[in-house]
């Protein structure tokens, strides 16, 4: 029998490195090649690194094998791209780089990057001098901030090992904390670190059937929790995401096998946030999703298009995926659990969880009491 290959380091997808002309002599950019231990090239500041043929995105698997060092020349720190029409929660996106080695199916940066290959960027100075520049100036306020925007937290910190770095500048914050999000199940770099509090280990769950089919080069649920579980006993708080919830065959028994698992394995009183969201996307990550997976199923629902332009299931489909997993969750979850939704109406809120959440403050401000608790 031939083993099943684990992808809980997708780092190791990665077999090329290109590093911008003006990064080579960084000593974080000398530390990143000695750990990769992979073949590199220097190319010239802001030029694409050569040896990846086709186009966009049917280059995107032979794209992830390579990984770009390069600056941020734009901004670090800004606003979750939230829309007016449903509840944000108010995040604050890090952007340390760009893509990802792993390739869910319903993934929503094959339709909004455009360049096949990772980027990850090496001027880490400037990132904690745009943050502390944005603490400076607003006092007053509480910062939740994640990483997982436009790039997975913790899937090449085998060979970034910038987790280091972040957890010990947050573990100084009195007014902000630090989300890693991944599908990863990366964390040895965590160990023995004087996190205070200050950041937040998440995962990414799913359904199994849509872990299996969907979720390609992630780990697996075990991994994942296993790797939670850990990250509990070294004393870091812990958040877990439902998004997407994807409509299927056996969608019930497949979410309710997850949640069980998951506090069975995961200490419930560390968790201090679990967020849901079903499947949403813009029109055109079907046609790209599609053509590369063609096997995949999930993009042949019934959808509707929402107020802000992503197709979503209809309203009374996601009322019935909700309530089923929110149940499940309630049973279980510790009374500091906040669990919210992400993207969704007021409507949604009041039918499935029975309150709006201007009722308890707004999302904001739910989240900010449960992790400064």
Same mark, same amino acid.
């Given at each position: 029998m031939t083993a099943i290959r684990s992808w809980k380091d997708p780092s190791i997808y990665i077999k090329q490195i290109h590093v911008e002309e003006s990064c080579i002599d960084l000593d974080y950019t000398r530390g990143i090649l000695k750990r990769a231990d992979l073949p590199y090239t220097v190319i010239p500041d802001k030029t694409d @690194?050569?040896?990846?043929?086709? %186009? /966009?995105?049917?280059?995107?698997? *032979?794209?992830?094998?390579?990984l770009l060092l390069a600056k941020n020349r734009?901004?670090?720190?800004? @606003?979750?791209?939230?829309?007016? %029409? /449903?509840?944000?929660?108010?995040? *604050?996106?890090?952007?340390?780089?760009?893509?990802?080695?792993?390739?869910c199916v319903y993934c929503i940066l094959q339709a909004y990057l455009n360049k096949p290959w990772l980027t990850f960027f090496v001027n880490k100075e400037n990132l904690l001098d745009e943050m502390q520049v944005a603490f400076t100036a607003e006092p007053d306020r509480f910062f939740r901030i994640g990483t997982g925007e436009f790039t997975d937290s913790m899937a090449l910190d085998r060979i970034t090992c910038?987790?280091?770095?972040?957890?010990?500048?947050?573990?100084?914050?009195?007014?902000?904390?630090l989300e890693l999000k991944t599908k990863s199940a990366v964390i040895d770099s965590l160990k023995n670190l004087n996190h205070n509090g200050r950041t937040v280990l998440a995962w990414s769950l799913n359904s199994l059937?849509?872990?299996?089919?969907?979720e390609?080069?992630?780990?697996?649920?075990?991994?994942?929790?296993?790797?939670?579980?850990?990250?509990?006993?070294?004393?870091?708080?812990?958040?877990?995401?439902?998004?997407?919830?994807?409509?299927?065959?056996?969608?019930?028994?497949?979410?309710?096998?997850?949640?069980t698992k998951l506090y069975q394995t995961v200490p419930a009183e560390q968790i201090v946030w679990i967020s849901l969201?079903?499947?949403?996307?813009?029109?055109?990550?079907?046609?790209?999703?599609?053509?590369?997976?063609?096997?995949?199923?999930?993009?042949?629902?019934e959808f509707i298009e929402g107020?802000?332009?992503?197709?979503?299931?209809?309203?009374?489909?996601?009322?019935?995926?909700?309530?089923?997993?929110?149940?499940?969750?309630?049973?279980?979850?510790?009374a500091q659990t906040c669990i919210y939704f992400c993207m969704e109406s007021d409507e949604i809120w009041k039918?499935?969880?029975?309150?709006?959440?201007?009722?308890?403050?707004?999302?904001?401000?739910?989240?900010?009491?449960?992790?400064?608790?």
């Open positions: @690194p050569v040896g990846i043929k086709g %186009e /966009y995105p049917d280059n995107l698997v *032979q794209g992830k094998h390579h734009g901004h670090f720190f800004k @606003p979750c791209p939230g829309t007016k %029409e /449903y509840r944000c929660c108010d995040y *604050q996106v890090l952007n340390i780089g760009m893509g990802c080695p792993m390739d910038l987790s280091p770095f972040l957890v010990e500048f947050m573990a100084k914050q009195k007014q902000a904390v059937p849509v872990m299996e089919k969907e390609i080069r992630t780990a697996s649920l075990d991994e994942r929790l296993h790797a939670a579980a850990q990250c509990a006993k070294w004393g870091y708080k812990l958040a877990f995401h439902f998004d997407p919830i994807i409509d299927h065959s056996g969608w019930e028994e497949g979410y309710e096998q997850t949640i969201g079903a499947l949403r996307y813009l029109p055109n990550l079907k046609t790209i999703a599609t053509s590369r997976f063609p096997q995949s199923q999930i993009f042949y629902q107020l802000d332009n992503k197709k979503r299931y209809f309203r009374p489909r996601r009322v019935e995926l909700y309530k089923h997993i929110y149940f499940l969750l309630k049973q279980r979850a510790s039918e499935v969880m029975g309150f709006k959440p201007e009722e308890k403050g707004g999302i904001p401000a739910m989240l900010d009491r449960t992790v400064r608790a």
